[in-house]
């Protein structure tokens, strides 16, 4: 069993040896009569309990507390004293000490306080390794075994360990951004922390500063009563995800560009600076560049939000993704919709593999979802997936009219969700043909933009 590794520090030689002699049976215990010679060792091999002398020559026990805490956050510290120090051991409590233990010691007494804070540790770990653990086994699949993804992923891996270098994902609509940008949160050391999404297209561009920055009561006219935190704020100590970036106010931009240079800002109406520590992961699917060429998007800010940025490739660029992520859909959505698929039928796994995909992921997703939801199994057909219209790679134009509806199996049907997932069909299908132009495509369905944009980020988030 591996032993927990203790520190006394003390000038009076007596009371480290004899607090020494004492438990080091049990732990391993190193002793030293100054702090500055402790924290060095602190430093070099940090222990698991500081049992630390409140009047220390040099510097006291007091600052030394501060500067142990200040380093590790989660070490114990127990605080030995005179009795007449009790004023100094308030004020150490308050700084985080753990315990304190009055002179002359108890032996008995000291062990117990020991034992109690060592147990408290172990407590600790073994929560943090659940938390590890329920956040592991409860991530979104990841799927892709192309060497393009591959490679992407081993450099997320390693860009997310930084916890603050802000990172902009680069990338056609549906190849992933918003799952790699989870992947970051969950991979940094920051995962614990909350991980903020902003849709920065979804929020009118009105109000998308008071979402960002916040506000203080009376700001605006319905500023409300009592302020409000905004979405920076919400992603303190962990990630702030912003999706769509390129959306962003120019009035929003710059105030954004401040808070990533300085790491401060003040809520809308406010005078209190604001310090807050957040990873910026940002993402876009439009071509930046041409925005700035256009002076919709400051250039610093495109700089500044890509310290790190990454090209996420499309998945015409990596095929071998394409069975992969068809078979884990297929199965997702068997099990969803209480089906009996087995497998995807050979000539639809070859047009799948021959088919032009713009709509990337989410495209290979949403027909899955249709072809398991409409098809009758047991193995997945072109019929199910609406492909069989289609010549191979070519015209991607769906003979609706001549597809007929499968008819309805003897134990029926739920409407409402093949409505849901016809709606879902058209939405992507007419972004698709209006190549990512909203308008575009919401006069294919005559419907309206805000419609249109509404219902799409709707079916996207849920
Ligand atoms: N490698 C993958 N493995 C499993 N699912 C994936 C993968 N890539 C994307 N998806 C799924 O495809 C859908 C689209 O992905 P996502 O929303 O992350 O795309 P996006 O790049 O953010 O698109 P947009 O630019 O339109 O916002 C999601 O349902 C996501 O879970
Ligand atoms: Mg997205």
């Not at 920051?190 to 903020?196: A, H, I, V």
Request: charged share 25%; with cysteine; aromatic share 8%.
């Amino acid at each position: 069993m591996i032993k927990y590794t203790i520190y006394v520090v003390d000038d009076e030689e007596t009371i480290t040896q004899s607090i020494k002699m004492a438990i080091e049976t049990d732990y391993r215990v190193l002793t030293f009569a100054d702090a500055e010679t402790a924290i060095d060792a602190i430093k070099k091999d940090p222990p698991d309990l500081v049992l630390l002398d409140i009047g220390l020559p040099g510097i006291s026990g007091v600052e030394a507390l501060g500067e142990i805490k200040n380093q590790y956050p989660d070490m114990l510290v127990i605080m030995i004293t005179a009795y007449e120090d009790i004023e100094t051991v308030i004020s150490c409590m308050k700084s985080g000490a753990y315990d304190y233990v009055i002179k002359p010691l108890h032996m008995d007494g000291l062990e117990v306080t020991i034992r109690n804070a060592l147990d408290t540790i172990k407590l600790r770990k073994e929560v943090q390794a659940l938390q590890e653990k329920f956040l592991k086994e409860n991530l979104p699949c990841f799927i892709g075994e192309s060497n393009a993804i591959h490679d992407v992923m081993e450099f997320i891996d390693m860009v997310a360990k930084s916890p603050d270098t802000p990172i902009l994902l680069i990338g056609e609509t549906g190849t992933g951004k918003e799952l790699i940008a989870g992947a970051i949160h969950y991979r940094s050391p920051n995962f614990r922390g909350p991980l903020t999404t902003v849709n920065c297209a979804a929020i009118p561009k009105d109000l998308i500063e008071s979402e960002l920055f916040g506000y203080e009561k009376g700001a605006f006219s319905g500023a409300g009563v009592a302020g409000k935190k905004g979405l920076i704020e919400e992603s303190a100590n962990g990630t702030l995800f912003l999706d769509e970036v390129g959306d962003l106010s120019l009035e929003a931009q710059a105030k954004l560009l401040r808070f990533l240079e300085a790491g401060e800002f003040y809520r809308l109406g406010g005078t209190k600076k604001l310090h807050i520590k957040t990873r910026v992961v940002s993402a876009t699917n439009k071509e930046i560049n041409e925005m700035i060429d256009q002076a919709l998007f400051r250039k610093d800010l495109y700089f500044r939000l890509g310290v790190i940025s990454v090209q996420i490739p499309s998945l015409n660029e990596r095929r071998e993704d394409i069975m992969p992520l068809a078979r884990h859909f297929l199965t997702e959505f068997d099990r969803k919709f209480n089906k009996k698929f087995t497998g995807i039928s050979p000539e639809a796994e070859n047009r799948l593999m021959n088919y032009h995909w713009t709509g990337n992921v989410r495209e290979l997703k949403n027909m899955i979802e249709r072809g398991v939801l409409t098809g009758k199994g047991a193995e997945l057909t072109l019929q199910d997936l609406g492909l069989e219209a289609m010549s191979v790679g070519g015209g991607r134009e769906l003979a609706l009219e001549n597809t007929p509806f499968p008819p309805i199996p003897q134990e029926g049907i739920d409407l409402t969700t093949v409505e849901k997932a016809l709606e879902k069909f058209y939405i992507e299908e007419a972004f698709r043909m209006a190549k990512g132009n909203e308008s575009k495509a919401a006069k294919l369905l005559n419907i309206n933009h805000h419609t249109y944009r509404y219902r799409r980020k709707k079916l996207q988030t849920g």
